[in-house]
């Protein structure tokens, strides 16, 4: 099973729809979890970050945290065509050392106008 | 520096060369990651360095890989032997903090150095 994983897409939504991203991860131990927006060509960037079970709300995006299943969502709600990228989960992974950041394959959004 | 800077941007070399790629870090950020992607691909963990703490090389593909860090800043990739399948975007990321549950853990990545192996 890998660490973290992600429905590869792409996920087609039409534009003012709302967007449903989901992933899971493997490490029952985790305590940050992190939703990361990549546009094609482009370095990822942070959108979310979520530490807490249940909802986090920022504008259009809302994360959705449940530790008890391994599940973290992220919801973006009046979808817009700009809003269409690679949108990566990221799990911080605890271990030996500490801990590390490990990402999923990510999920294609395209928001059709 | 302003953001997390990485260099070469582009890098073409012939299969079997040596190749160095360099990531200069944002000053006082403890945390530095180096991740692969390969096209259409999402992030692969290669390696982390934590302040002083031995780094975690469990990602590392194979021994043809090695990375230092010097001073605490300033990172290298080195791929030795460069075969086509080490053709990605090799990504360099930093961050202020380790605790595992701070909100300072967020990751600023650089724009990626592209290697192409002909």
């Known amino acids: 099973q890998k660490e973290v994983e992600q429905n590869s897409g792409p996920l087609s939504v039409p534009e003012g729809a709302i967007a449903s991203l989901n992933c899971t991860y493997s490490?029952?131990?985790?305590?940050?979890f992190f939703w990361y927006r990549q546009y094609s060509g482009k370095s990822p960037e942070l959108i979310m970050s979520?530490?807490?079970?249940g909802d986090k709300e920022d504008g259009r995006f809302t994360a959705q945290l449940n530790k008890a299943s391994q599940y973290v969502s992220l919801l973006i709600r009046d979808s817009q065509p700009s809003d269409s990228a690679t949108y990566l989960c990221?799990?911080?992974?605890?271990?030996?050392?500490?801990?590390?950041?490990?990402f999923g394959a990510g999920t294609r959004l395209f928001v059709k106008a | 520096g302003a953001g997390v800077s990485q260099s070469p941007s582009n890098k073409v070399t012939e299969k079997g060369k040596d190749v160095e790629l360099r990531c200069d870090p944002i000053?006082?950020?403890?945390?530095l990651y180096w991740y692969r992607q390969s096209l259409g691909q999402g992030l692969e963990f290669l390696i982390y360095?934590?302040?002083?703490?031995?780094?975690?090389k469990s990602g590392l593909p194979s021994d043809r890989f090695s990375a230092e860090r010097t001073g605490g800043s300033v990172s290298t990739l080195t791929i030795q032997r460069t075969q086509q399948e080490d053709s990605a975007v090799y990504l360099c990321?930093?961050?202020?903090?380790?605790?595992?549950?701070?909100?300072?853990?967020?990751?600023?990545f650089g724009a990626g150095s592209r290697l192409t192996v002909l």
């Open positions: 990321a930093s961050s202020p903090r380790t605790f595992p549950s701070s909100g300072a853990n967020v990751l600023t």
């Open positions: 490490d029952r131990v985790s305590q940050s």
């Open positions: 979520i530490y807490s079970n």
């Open positions: 990221a799990v911080n992974i605890i271990n030996t050392g500490g801990f590390k950041t490990i």
């Open positions: 000053s006082g950020h403890t945390a």
């Open positions: 360095f934590q302040g002083n703490s031995a780094p975690d």
